[in-house]
């Protein structure tokens, strides 16, 4: 679609490239970094960021689903490419069509891959999942000797790793991280002792505060974005790191009106005028990711200042208060994430006033409105 919405989502490659460069260092000379790019990395578009990150030397890419790993093979994404949560039975060909690590977490999955490998008369490579504390995907520590004596009598699958993931990384210092390292490294030692492979765990919040647990790979996902993932609350960590926020959300004001006192604003009448009130009517809405939650308690930039959100946020509106602000009119630009002169609003904050993370934020925001790529 080329037509173009008043609302655009701006992406900076080179926030991208600043960021991959900053948890490459921190990764260290032989730790390679995967990139986690799964949910249209995290609403930023998929293949534009992993093109970005693969300008600045990333060779390891983290999805989730299948179709996402094709997507970026069928964008001419190269390097390793891992598929960490599954694909449908049926779908096991495309796996070495588009040549992807599937990461395995059941027998029938090791079997099906091992059956097409033979068939291919090819080998496949797979990472196990372990589920190290999470509870969540993944095999249980003491299920793993079982199944890896079940996998050596596959032939056509190779064990080339073994993965885990922390619960609570970006909390520094956890008793959960400690011991999920503890119970992922035992499992490692002894699988890399007879079948050789990588192991990595570590994901941003790890990166940032438990480098012991960096292992032969670091997959990060949010830091790469920009955001750290304890959100504002890492303070004084955050801006040593200098991150940079990657993704800006700006639209334009399509009407400004003029209220008397009385007049109640948007459906169920939430905000009542004390005083006569001037209101910029948006082109943003739930829809657009800019959730129902703002209603009444969000802000947003114009003419570089912040003004509120008042009555309900409908389905593709919402509007703001303008009231004794001169000149405001259709056309102005407005900035509902990102900076405006002296201004800034964060996913961070974005995600405080819906009582979420800017993980979730930026993946409503990206995902449901055009994207622009910038320098
Ligand atoms: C999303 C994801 C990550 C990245 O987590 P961040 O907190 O965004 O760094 C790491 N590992 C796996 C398996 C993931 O799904």
Excluded: W
């Excluded at 600045?56 to 999805?63: D, E, L, S």
């Excluded at 922390?166 to 002792?193: H, L």
């Amino acid at each position: 679609m080329k037509q173009k919405s008043f609302n655009c989502i701006r992406v900076s490659s080179r926030a991208l490239q600043h960021n991959y460069n900053i948890i490459k260092d921190l990764a260290g000379a032989n730790v390679p970094v995967m990139a986690m790019v799964k949910a249209d990395a995290y609403g930023h578009g998929m293949v534009m960021a992993a093109q970005a990150f693969a300008g600045a030397g990333c060779k390891n890419f983290g999805v989730a689903e299948l179709r996402e790993a094709a997507i970026l093979r069928e964008a001419s994404i190269q390097g390793a490419i891992y598929v960490t949560l599954g694909f449908l039975p049926e779908d096991v060909g495309l796996i070495f069509h588009y040549d992807l690590i599937p990461v395995i977490y059941d027998f029938a999955t090791a079997r099906l891959l091992a059956d097409k490998a033979m068939a291919l008369g090819q080998e496949i490579g797979v990472h196990i999942k372990v589920d190290s504390g999470m509870s969540r995907l993944g095999l249980l520590p003491d299920e793993i000797p079982a199944f890896l004596a079940g996998l050596e009598t596959l032939p056509g699958l190779r064990i080339a790793g073994m993965m885990s993931h922390f619960p609570e990384a970006d909390v520094s210092g956890s008793a959960s991280t400690a011991r999920g390292y503890q119970i992922f490294s035992e499992v490692c030692r002894e699988v890399k002792s007879r079948f050789g492979g990588i192991c990595h765990i570590a994901n941003s919040g790890a990166v940032l505060s438990f480098p012991a647990s960096f292992c032969d790979m670091v997959r990060s996902g949010i830091s790469l974005y920009g955001y750290h993932p304890a959100g504002r609350s890492a303070g004084v960590i955050k801006d040593a790191l200098n991150l940079i926020p990657a993704m800006s959300f700006v639209t334009r004001v399509v009407q400004v009106k003029t209220f008397p006192a009385g007049s109640g604003v948007s459906y169920g009448h939430t905000y009542r005028a004390e005083e006569p009130i001037t209101l910029a009517v948006l082109p943003v809405g739930y829809e657009d990711g800019f959730s129902r939650l703002f209603s009444n308690r969000g802000q947003v930039l114009i003419h570089g200042q912040r003004v509120p959100v008042r009555g309900r946020v409908c389905m593709n509106m919402c509007m703001v208060d303008v009231t004794g602000m001169e000149n405001v009119r259709a056309g102005d630009e407005v900035v509902m994430m990102g900076r405006q002169g002296n201004e800034c609003i964060s996913a961070e904050e974005l995600a405080e006033r819906m009582a979420s993370i800017s993980y979730e934020v930026l993946c409503l925001i990206g995902n449901n409105n055009q994207r622009e790529y910038i320098e």
